[in-house]
């Protein structure tokens, strides 16, 4: 299971996605992620579906490695789901117990339950096709006119950057960690959903030392190669905008035309 998280990892590629500036890939996640919150119906979500998967092709990561990202949170999405099918008020369709399941209530539950998994399919992408540095780069380009108010950009980039980096990597020192206990005795897979947690709960402590080694070797790293800091730092590979991202900024602007004309019903109105 643990493995299966695919939040900031890296896939290797040369896709059009790929090559895109990063600057452009933040903003157009970013306005991926609000769209999802202006749609009100399925059609919507059902073209929605029909851009992240042209933008997945494209993009020539495997579609399984992607959904292999959604086991994790698996609980979550099912939790999402059980509240509102139960807790919405509206025309009943099945009672058990003292709990009703109604029509919008069913509706609801799917509607967000869908809403989740796109939010999560389509920001996993941004990591996925970004590499680490140029993630940081365009994080640091994009605050960088907040550094007139005071705001360090390129610190907050490089903290944001190595969070989602070392995501990946503290998952496999956990994965280490239960394969070095299960070897011992340790039991994380028998009980219920309670003890299993409990089961975990001795995995935290070599999970700080680890981490901490982690940082230690990370901030020996950085000092070796003397860096002092983001301010007047120069780049090998400047950031420059080519024409596939004037066209991914051409198709991001219609794209958030088409949502807010949806989500405002202007095609109804036009139609009707």
């Known amino acids: 299971m643990i493995r299966d998280i695919t939040l900031g990892q890296y896939y290797p590629g040369s896709s059009r996605i790929h090559r895109l500036d990063a600057r452009i890939k933040i903003i157009w996640t970013f306005v991926f992620i609000i769209s999802l919150f202006l749609i009100k119906d399925f059609w919507g979500y059902l073209a929605v579906v029909g851009a992240l998967g042209l933008v997945i092709g494209i993009s020539k990561v495997p579609l399984k490695f992607i959904i292999r990202g959604l086991k994790p ?9 059980t509240i509102n099918m139960f807790m919405t008020r509206g025309t009943p369709l099945v009672s058990i117990g003292f ?34 540095i140029n993630l940081t780069d365009g994080i640091e380009k994009l605050l960088s006119p907040c550094q007139r108010f005071g705001l360090p950009a390129h610190e907050l980039a490089m903290m944001m950057t190595i969070a989602l980096r070392f995501i ?69 590979n400047a950031m420059k905008l080519g024409k596939g991202d004037g066209a991914a900024i051409a198709l991001m602007v219609l794209y958030l035309f088409l949502v807010i004309a949806q989500a405002q019903g202007l095609f109804q109105l036009i139609t009707g």
Do not use: W
């Open 99 to 132: 709990l009703t399941i109604t029509r919008e209530g069913l509706y609801n539950a799917v509607f967000m339950g869908v809403r989740l998994i796109l939010l999560i399919i389509g920001s996993s992408l941004l990591t996925l096709t970004t590499k680490p």
């Open 168 to 236: 990946p990597t503290l998952l496999e020192e956990t994965d280490k960690i239960m394969k070095a206990q299960m070897a011992r005795g340790a039991d994380f897979e028998s009980g219920n959903l309670m003890n299993r947690a409990k089961s975990l709960i001795p995995l935290l402590v070599p999970l700080f030392i680890s981490a901490f080694r982690i940082a230690q070797d990370l901030a020996m790293a950085m000092e070796a190669r003397c860096y002092r800091g983001g301010s007047h730092r120069t780049r090998m």
């Open 73 to 81: 949170i698996f609980l979550i999405i099912l939790f999402t789901f």
